[in-house]
């Protein structure tokens, strides 16, 4: 059973909320909170394993909670879903490590994505809980979550094919489409994991996945190719650490 706590100042919110987790077997309810205040208390009590947390509370708003918990080094974090009617704290939600973001009023089935989410989350998570916000930090992206053409966008890492440098902004690709950030490649770089994303120019990254070949072109520039046909320039001066990445993956020929 998933122990789940329930975070908003709205009675009638978390009984909605209740309700719908109710149908769910694999969710326990073990407490409800309507303040900041309340939320640490339970969480002491309880230990939940997710919470549904509301942004704007008396006291203490739904962040400045989450900032109390990393705070406490023998405090795990649980995983946390926000719920909130505003859509201007998306990215903030996504800064915080929020494992899904639900805007008010949502749908069951909307609800269920993100239980689906957390229990995704949850199997794959390691048997011992991370209790410092030291090695939270070291954690790497599995979604980014940004605002584009006027929808929220939640972008599974494993989705993106690559990712280029324009100027004061990055253009993320997942091979349909794709959309500028206000973001660095080297921040980028930094925050996805190293054993799927690889930076091939100072201005390019591209998730090994979806790599087909690294190969030279006509003029002699290395290249890579992606299994989709687009080609992503690859620099020189990158090429030689690239090989030594990828030289423990590489198949070698079999002796003769």
Do not use: C
């Not at 939270?136 to 929220?152: A, D, H, W």
């Not at 770089?189 to 790599?211: C, G, T, W, Y």
């Not at 290395?222 to 299994?227: A, D, E, I, P, T």
């Amino acid at each position: 059973m998933i122990q789940t706590l329930l975070a908003d100042d709205e009675p009638l919110a978390r009984r909605k909320l209740r309700e719908f987790l109710q149908a769910d077997a694999d969710v326990k309810i073990v407490g409800e909170a309507g303040s900041g205040a309340e939320v640490m208390d339970l969480i002491r009590k309880t230990n939940p394993q997710v919470m549904f947390l509301d942004v704007k509370m008396p006291g203490q708003d739904g962040f400045a909670v989450l900032e109390e918990i990393a705070a406490e080094k023998s405090m795990p974090m649980p995983s946390v879903i926000i719920t909130t009617a505003y859509d201007q704290y998306a990215l903030k939600a996504f800064d915080a490590r929020a494992v899904d973001y639900l805007l008010k009023p949502f749908t069951m089935e909307r609800l269920r994505a993100a239980v689906q989410r957390v229990k995704d989350q949850l199997s794959t998570a390691p048997a011992k809980p991370e209790k410092g916000p030291e090695t939270r930090e070291q954690e790497y992206l599995n979604r980014l979550v940004f605002k584009s053409k006027g929808r929220i966008l939640f972008l599974p890492a494993t989705e993106i094919r690559w990712i280029g440098a324009e100027e004061n902004y990055v253009r993320i690709s997942n091979g349909t489409e794709s959309h500028l950030l206000r973001d660095t490649i080297s921040s980028m770089e930094q925050r996805l994991d190293p054993k799927m994303f690889l930076r091939v120019h100072r201005s390019a990254i591209v998730n090994l996945n979806h790599v087909k070949e690294i190969r030279t072109d006509t003029k002699g520039d290395f290249v890579v190719q992606l299994l989709n046909g687009h080609i992503v320039p690859m620099s020189r001066s990158y090429h030689a650490r690239i090989r030594h990445l990828l030289g423990r993956w590489m198949m070698r020929p079999k002796a003769s």
